[in-house]
């Protein structure tokens, strides 16, 4: 739905089944054999973290 609606992030806690670096090649695999933009999957706290460190630069 997110990848269909054209949204850029998914933040998710599910570190079992989406925000996985076991399952994440499987997943931009599959959104790009369909022809999808592939969104930016990670938990909120990468997220925040990201923006702290870019806010220092």
Partial sequence: MVTHHGIDYLLTWNCKHIANAKILPRIHEVLT????????????????????????S
């Fill in 33 to 56: 054999d369909l022809g999808y933009s592939i969104p930016i999957i990670c938990t909120p706290e990468e997220m925040v973290e990201d923006e702290f460190e870019n806010s220092d």
